[in-house]
């Protein structure tokens, strides 16, 4: 059940107008069983896997809390630990090391391995739940926060609909308190939460979705072989897609939650603005950038164990989060450039804000090479192997010019132009909503335009949300 598909609007219409009509406690009783309903439409075998693992993990908080035996929490913190990223591990890893050893078979001249008939179905959002889950155990033993003593709360807390399929992951603190606590209709919230499910749909359905379609042209060779304008307009293409595709979600996810009384944290603020890379990580995927700076770089020693380690636990850091991305070695190069990149960029800058005393002309030169910095690692992110990549690459250095290439670019511009002014306008209001300072009447205009404008220019090709294989 996709965002973008009018099965989901009627689903989500529905829930809401049953959820306003219950007290707190059906609510969330109701609440669960529609977002079991909503992942089972997937494929409703790995609901037991989710149960499995929610059911087991409020088990271990409650433990956690309870003891003050230090060596003993440790304990049933490292079983947990151990059972979620096992599990994260066997279904998005197996496949790549299956994949792997054929290949190193086939070197040794062992030919026709059967790798298909051992190829694993990665269950849907299982990457979102498990960091999710993972972050409350690690918060439960740190005391930051008390362990839910309701299991249908918890429950809900993993797998409430919304944040289930795209994100953003919650802060176990932020989340779980609303979650535990009874919900009051607000009109204003509610009407927000409509605006931003519009411009979520425009990012996905008219950016993304018509990016799409150039980005996927040019990688596959359908407007020839690698070259510096196929690869420069395949990359482009592909950054707005996969910002489109990915702010579109966050916005369709923050607005259905405030429909239901809830509130998601921003998960972008105008990416392609940024003027540094720690910028940019400040702006993109901002639940994952920042549950990777809670619970991983922090855990390794973050800053506090010497320049040398800050430098090995920034890069330890982007590969392992290139690595939550998917099982190959490009997600792996993708980190790695990211990982680099904000090593060097630290042992130039330091900790400044080099945004702070800067020019017109000053900021934008930067934005231009944070934002080519970026899509150099698109390119590994996009590519289906290295080896694809690195000939992507190599066609920057031959120039073949067609006809039907200045249509593409001018096709893409149109796109490009659109996501730009729209987040011009956000970062200039510094704000969560569109036209957040208009009037209601202003506001509802723009809700309107959103609607045309998807039935206008809305792809006639469907794309698939990327971050769906995560």
Not at 264 to 286: C, K, T
Not at 430 to 440: D, N, Q, V, W
Request: include cysteine; glycine fraction near 6%; charged fraction near 15%.
């Amino acid at each position: 059940m996709f965002f973008d598909s009018s099965t989901y609007l009627v689903f989500l219409a529905i829930t809401v107008l049953v959820y306003w009509r219950l007290r707190h406690r059906p609510q969330n009783i109701f609440l669960l069983a529609a977002s079991y309903f909503f992942y089972g439409w997937w494929d409703w075998r790995f609901l037991g896997l989710m149960a499995l693992s929610t059911v087991l993990d409020f088990v271990i908080a409650k433990k956690i809390a309870a003891s003050e035996n230090d060596r003993h929490r440790k304990l049933l913190l490292t079983v947990s630990l151990i059972f979620n990223f096992s599990i994260l591990g066997f279904f998005k890893y197996f496949n790549f090391f299956v994949e792997s050893f054929a290949k190193v078979a086939e070197a040794f001249g062992l030919h026709a391995v059967p790798t298909s008939f051992w190829s694993i179905i990665l269950p849907p959002a299982i990457s979102f739940y498990t960091f999710q889950e993972v972050a409350y155990i690690c918060d439960v033993y740190k005391r930051k926060l008390p362990a839910c003593q309701t299991l249908t709360d918890y429950a809900l807390f993993v797998s409430l609909f919304p944040h289930l399929i795209a994100g953003p992951i919650q802060q176990p603190s932020h989340l779980l308190p609303q979650v535990q606590q009874p919900r009051q209709w607000n009109p204003g919230t509610a009407f927000d939460g409509i605006l931003l499910i519009a411009e979520g749909l425009f990012r996905k359905i008219v950016i993304a979705d018509n990016c799409a379609l150039i980005a996927n042209a040019a990688f596959a060779g359908n407007f020839g072989p690698p070259s510096f304008a196929v690869t420069m307009i395949g990359v482009y293409a592909f950054a707005f897609q996969i910002y489109g595709d990915f702010s579109g979600y966050s916005s369709i996810a923050r607005g259905s939650a405030q429909l239901l009384g809830f509130h998601f944290m921003v998960n972008f603020r105008q990416p392609y603005l940024a003027q540094s890379l720690q910028d940019f990580w400040r702006r993109w995927h901002i639940s994952l950038s920042s549950w990777l700076r809670d619970y991983l770089y922090i855990s390794l020693g973050g800053n506090r164990k010497g320049t040398v380690r800050t430098y090995l636990n920034l890069l330890w850091t982007m590969l392992l989060g290139g690595l939550w991305h998917g099982a190959n070695w490009t997600f792996v190069v993708w980190g790695f450039i990211h990982g680099a990149g904000l090593a060097i960029e630290r042992f130039f800058v330091g900790g400044r804000n080099i945004a702070d005393a800067s020019t017109f002309i000053g900021r934008w030169v930067r934005r231009i090479v944070v934002f080519h910095i970026v899509c150099v690692s698109w390119i590994f992110f996009r590519a289906p192997s290295v080896s694809e990549a690195l000939s992507q690459f190599a066609g920057l250095t031959t120039w073949i010019w067609n006809p039907y290439l200045a249509s593409a670019s001018q096709f893409l511009a149109v796109y490009v132009v659109a996501m730009m002014v729209l987040d011009y306008f956000l970062e200039r209001s510094k704000g969560e909503y569109l036209a957040a300072e208009r009037s209601p009447h202003a506001r509802v205009v723009v809700a309107l335009a959103c609607a045309g404008l998807i039935a206008l220019f809305g792809a006639t090709e469907a794309n698939a949300f990327i971050y769906f294989q995560f």
